[in-house]
C-alpha cells in the first residue's frame, strides 16, 4: 500500500487566492482527519470524517475553511480567500476504526 | 476539555544515554498512543496501550501506561541519533478521534 497520499507536497501562494489541499486515504480505512501543525500550536485537528461524512468539524477555524470526501478514497481541504496566519504544515491521516493513525507525508502551505 | 501535556518540551541527550518522555491527561484515558515525528517529516504510529499499568516494549523503548489510566511514559534506553524527533502522545477525544499531546522534541548529540 502506498499510505496516505497527499498534495502537493509544498504550496506557495498570496494572499486571497484559494487553495486546494488534496488527501487520498488507506484502502479500507473508514475515518479520515484533517490536521493542522505549527510550532505554537502544535498539532490541531480541523476536521475528521467517518465512513465519508462529516463527524467533527469545530476544529475548522473560520468559515474560510472547508471539507469535503466525496468518496471513501479522496478528500479536499479548501480555503479560500488565503491568509498568511494559514502558513503551516497540513497532514491528511486515515485509520480504520479506533487504530493508530497513518498520515500522509503533509502539505506545507506557505501564504505571502 | 481534553487536555493531555507532555514533559519535557525539550531534551538534549548526549548519545548512549538514556530518555524518558512523560504524558499526563487531565481525564481517565481509554487507551493511549504514541508517535514519533522525525524532522521534517510525518508522525508515524508506534504503539496503543489500553490495560491499566500495561508496560510494552519495542527494542529499546518501553511505553507504559499508568494505573489510574491518566498518564503514560516513554523510555528510551541508550539513545542512537536515529531517535531524533518529537514524541507525541495522543488521547482519545470524541468518538474516533485523538488529542494529540504538546510532545517532546529530542537532540542526541553524537
Known amino acids: 500500500d502506498a499510505g496516505v497520499i497527499q498534495s502537493p507536497r509544498h504550496e506557495v501562494t498570496e494572499m486571497g487566492q484559494e487553495v486546494t489541499l488534496r488527501c487520498k486515504p488507506i484502502?479500507?480505512?473508514?475515518?479520515l482527519f484533517w490536521y493542522r501543525q505549527t510550532m505554537m500550536r502544535g498539532l490541531e485537528l480541523l476536521i475528521y470524517?467517518?465512513?465519508?461524512?462529516?463527524?467533527?468539524d469545530s476544529g475548522m477555524p473560520e468559515d474560510r475553511f472547508s471539507a469535503k470526501m466525496p468518496n471513501a478514497s479522496f478528500s479536499t481541504l479548501k480555503i479560500q480567500p488565503s491568509e498568511p496566519r494559514d502558513s503551516a504544515v497540513y497532514f491528511c491521516?486515515?485509520?480504520?476504526?479506533?487504530?493508530?493513525?497513518?498520515f500522509g507525508s503533509g502539505t506545507r502551505l506557505t501564504v505571502v | 476539555g481534553q487536555q493531555v501535556m507532555q514533559i519535557p518540551q525539550y531534551q538534549h541527550v548526549q548519545e548512549g544515554e538514556d530518555f524518558t518522555t512523560y504524558c499526563n491527561s487531565s481525564?481517565?484515558?481509554?487507551?493511549i498512543q504514541w508517535y514519533k515525528q522525525r524532522p521534517g517529516g510525518h508522525p508515524v504510529f508506534l504503539i496503543q496501550?489500553?490495560?491499566?499499568?500495561e508496560v510494552k516494549k519495542q527494542k529499546r523503548l518501553t511505553f507504559q501506561f499508568g494505573e489510574a489510566k491518566k498518564n503514560s511514559s516513554l523510555h528510551i534506553t541508550a539513545t542512537q541519533t536515529t531517535d531524533v524527533g518529537t514524541y507525541f502522545c495522543?488521547?482519545?477525544?470524541?468518538?474516533?478521534?485523538?488529542?494529540f499531546g504538546t510532545g517532546t522534541r529530542l537532540t542526541v548529540i553524537p
Open positions: 481525564t481517565t484515558l481509554s487507551n
Open positions: 496501550l489500553v490495560k491499566s499499568g
Open positions: 470524517f467517518n465512513n465519508n461524512v462529516p463527524i467533527d
Open positions: 495522543a488521547g482519545p477525544s470524541g468518538a474516533n478521534n485523538l488529542f
Open positions: 491521516a486515515s485509520s480504520f476504526s479506533v487504530g493508530g493513525y497513518t
Open positions: 484502502s479500507g480505512h473508514n475515518s
